[in-house]
């Protein structure tokens, strides 16, 4: 038999409006029943609907999360990071995977909207702007994770993905590498880092070779396809600049089922410093972001709109930061 309120409410002996006011801790009410309905509930292993309870006005203190791949080690990580801050706020977090495909994410838009759930963090590469303007319309508190819409007043946490990718590109040219290819996804930071490869070339008078650049998808498989592509081109690049650590991953285990020496014969750098670039033999030199900082403060900035409505939304831009380890080194002359 399916536990109501009706249930809780005869077992009890009361009203239904008396164990609704328990629920709530609304209205006035003894000592005694309040004792004894909650008795009443504890015995019945009842638990009351949050969904009845955001019908009230109360909120559900549920946010919603839609990432693109929880298995990448960076949404793993930041992932982690808002459920552990939004749990010590007594939030619970919903968490969908959307593969980057606009059906998935109207699907779970929908499915979270039915759980009445207070906000939502939209990370990377959310393709359906339409869908989010559906939001705005709606007043559902919203705040973008490591992508922009500049169009729409959305608060936002992002990486400077255009200084990160002249970090990167600064650190293999200061090395003496000129030959160097790029495997990048095909999403907001991907072309900015893209960009910043490009304008780094030019900057230190290297023309680009359009050859030397890949766009596939976050994963060590698509790095390794494509690093072994880059690594049997005619002029084999010296460097790579793989834009997540997941690709550079890839590119090194292509490399060594080439017999290619890291750092010795190739230099390779990722983006990202999720915990993988610590396992890495050799250790992975790659550009970092303040994971755990960044989600942090978009739960607070979801927070700041759930509890207030503040009409006004920050943007926030971190700056990321070299971390030199074992798997670049000069170019040998």
Known sequence: MKLTIYTVA?????????????????????????????????????HPSTVASALTGKGTKNIGLLVPDVAN???????????????????????????????????????????KIDGIILAS????????????????????????????????VTIDDFKGGSIAMQHLLSLGHRNIGIITENNRSGKKRLHAYRQMLEEYGVEVDESYIMKCEASISDGAYYGEKLLRHPSRPTAIFACNDMIALGVM??????????????????????????VTVPLLTTVSQPIREMGRKTVQLLMEDIEKGD??????????????????ALQKQ
């Not at 005869?10 to 004894?36: D, M, P, Y």
């Not at 968490?95 to 699907?107: M, Y």
């Not at 989010?132 to 936002?156: G, H, R, T, W, Y």
Request: glycine content about 4%; overall charge neutral; some cysteine.
């Open 73 to 115: 080690p960076f949404f793993a990580e930041i992932t982690r990071s808002i459920e552990d801050y939004s749990n010590s706020l007594d939030y619970g977090v919903m968490i969908c995977s959307t593969d980057n495909k606009s059906e998935r994410e109207r699907k779970y838009v929908s499915l979270l909207l039915r759980q």
């Open 125 to 156: 590469n959310f393709q359906n702007e339409e869908l989010i303007q559906e939001l705005l319309d709606k007043k559902v508190p919203i705040v973008l994770l490591a992508q922009e819409v500049p169009s729409m007043s959305i608060a936002s």
């Open 10 to 46: 005869q077992e009890a002996g009361v009203s239904i409006a008396t164990v609704s006011k328990v629920i709530n801790n609304t209205g006035r009410i003894s000592e005694k029943t309040r004792q004894k309905v909650l008795k009443t509930m504890e015995r019945l292993n009842y």
């Open 311 to 328: 009409a006004f939304k920050q943007s926030i831009l971190y700056s990321p930061e070299l971390v030199v380890r074992q798997s670049t």
């Open 253 to 278: 285990t292509a490399a060594r089922n080439a017999g290619i020496s890291i750092p010795d014969e190739l230099s390779v750098i990722g983006f990202d410093n999720t915990i993988m670039s610590t």
